[in-house]
């Protein structure tokens, strides 16, 4: 546990080929092409993780899968077992480039379906293409988006009739086709390391947009309407599962393959293709008014080396007297890594089992109370939302 008042900020992502140390091991996030696993895949990525780390899964804010707990030992043998499987890039590179988040209700053929696919050949191929390492791409072309809540700096979204072309950020687009998005997108994205948005190897679209660099020609006024929250339960392509806190057993995830091929999503949820119905297993929640939804709670200690507190057990303690349309977050430390932005009612770890209560606000923002332990908080949940 570390007492370190501020949080170390990575400029990069963890993948499979550059893993990050954490509490528990290794850290090994696999970016499964199209963000899907056959059967196969998951079983394998099953196996892999019980055999080479603690047997805890992970998904990620961008529908990445992490193996937690891999022994540095080990690394070599999975990454063998990964490519195995189809699911490693040819060098680290060009596993940061393909960093492309599609919309999860596809069909095979769709507008999204077919330019993530070529989206992510041509990521692959662009050795000269040197991007940081969050910076990443959207395609969410369905007729109603479902991404805008979701960080990407290039995204590639409907606009009426049109597809369109936009730099996170902007309120324009450039139109574009299925044939012209992807040579589109990459000249976007040339345009942002040209124009400086890339200096130090770092940077992201949003604030670059807003120094006011003039985008490139051809951008117009667009409308994008979006409203859109994921629920576990039914879906057209299949069934949504929620993760507890984004973590499951990797024997859950061998035995959810038995349904069908899983696709990854941006919502800490599973969605498993051509379900009607899933089993109840360890780590999944099914019922979309299961209170747990409205708590989200990074992994604390001990498993992050930065977490002054354990977070998941008080985060699950405190959900049933969550206010319902609310939302609780619970940070090991101020990096509030499990909720970058604003939440309705943060609680930070300052210490050993101690912690401040921040509302409408991150995790490193001006807190409320302070001093409030976890004892305090189970004995009397109402110290969240008294005198709000
Ligand atoms: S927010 Fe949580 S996971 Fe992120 S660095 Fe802090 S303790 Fe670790």
Redesign the pocket.
Known sequence: MSSAAE?KVYGWCPGALRPMMSGDGLVVRVRAPLGKLSVNQARGVARLSQEFGNGLLDISARANLQMRGIREDAHEDLIAGLRELGLIDPDANAEARRNVLLAPFWAEGDDTHTIATDLSAALTAATDLTLPGKFGFAVDCGAAPVLQDIAADIRIERSGSSLILRADGSETGKPVTRESAVPEALALARWFVETGGAANGRGRMKPHVAKGIPLPAHHTTLTISANFTAKPGPVPAGTLAALEFGQMPAAALAQLADCGDIRLTPWRMLLVEGAESLPPLPGLILDAADPRLQVVA???APG?L???SA?RDLARQLAPHVPAGTRLHV???A????CPGAAPLTLT?TGDDEFSLIRNGT?ADQPLKTHLSADALRAAPELLTEGS
Do not use: D, F, V
């Open positions: 949080p990074c992994t604390g992050c930065q977490a002054l977070t940070s090991g430390c990096k509030g890594c499990a770890a995790a």
